[in-house]
Structure formats: C-alpha cells, structure tokens
C-alpha cells in the first residue's frame, strides 16, 4: 500500500498492482457465443508524467517511441498474468494496452484518470457534491459524491434513493 504507481521506467520493477474485471460475466445480456468468449479488463496504475511528452499527438497518429512503450509494458503486464493467472492466460485470444493518453482521448479525463475525481481537499470541501442539487428532480450518484470507491457508489446510489423519498430507509 506504500506504492501508488507502477514505476515501469524502473525495467526490474513489475507492476505492484493487478486489479482483473470481468465485465462480461457480469452482464446478462452478454452472448459468450459457441466458443463461451468473455472480456477482461485488468488495470494497474501508472503516473500521467510519464505519458506528457506525447499529450500533444492523437489517437492513431501517435510516434513510434510511443507505441514501442505500449508494446514494451503490454508485454510486461502479460507476463505479470502469465505468472499469477496462467489459467486466464491460457484462455486469451487477444489484448491490447490502453494508456491515461487513450483515457483521455476519450473520456476527457483530467491527467487520463480512471476512477474519477482526484481524492484532494479541493474535492472534500466542495459543498456541490451531495445527492440533492438545487435543481428541482435532479439527482447526482456516483463514486464521487462521498468519497473513492466501489462502495462509495453503492453508498450514493442509497443516498440518492433516500433524497428521493425518505421511505429507503425504513
């Protein structure tokens, strides 16, 4: 819990953490197909510094130094599951590495974050996030109303219901 990032400039450091979704596993409406096909998302955290040379360039038209490093941490992290998940390895057809640059493109997240709001002071004193707005019958929810997390979501969603109407907690 020391280590925030993965200081991949550092060729012996491995990534400290691998955190695996599966998300189509988790979606009913997902059709694995004859050949039971399933996606996995598997995220480990790196600093946005290490990205900035290369924020000024678009998606597809990024330089080779750029996907050389893609290539090279890909590799890295699959070998990260080839050692600590070699029955998921077996069963992987194709990967393909996103980075915080990727992240931005498209969700236009500030420094190409993930999980939302930075967990700053700034972002705890602001009175703006909470479940009622001032605008009537709009509600917020969502991992950044209380505070980071999964539970924090699940948390607001109970907060939101309850601004709703009172009754949830009964």
């Not at 510094?49 to 893609?70: C, G, I, M, Q, V």
């Not at 640059?101 to 190409?112: E, I, R, V």
């Amino acid at each position: 819990m020391d280590t925030l990032y993965w200081d991949f400039t550092d060729k012996n450091l491995r990534p400290h953490i691998l955190y695996c979704s599966y998300g189509s596993l988790k979606d009913p409406d997902h059709d694995p197909g004859k050949d039971n096909k399933h996606t996995a998302d598997i995220l480990t955290f790196v600093k946005w510094e290490e990205f900035t040379k290369w924020k000024d360039t678009s998606l597809n038209h990024r330089p080779e130094d750029y996907k050389a490093l893609k290539v090279e941490l890909e590799n890295r992290l699959m070998e990260e599951i080839k050692i600590h998940r070699p029955e998921l390895y077996k069963l992987i057809d194709h990967h393909e590495l996103s980075t915080p640059l990727t992240t931005f493109h498209y969700d236009k997240a500030p420094l190409g974050g993930i999980y939302g709001l930075d967990s700053n002071m700034e972002r705890y004193a602001n009175t703006n996030l909470k479940c009622r707005t001032p605008l009537e019958n709009f509600y917020l929810s969502g991992v950044d109303i209380y505070f980071p997390g999964f539970l924090s979501a699940i948390f607001s969603g109970l907060g939101t219901a309850a601004a709703i109407d009172r009754r949830v907690f009964r």
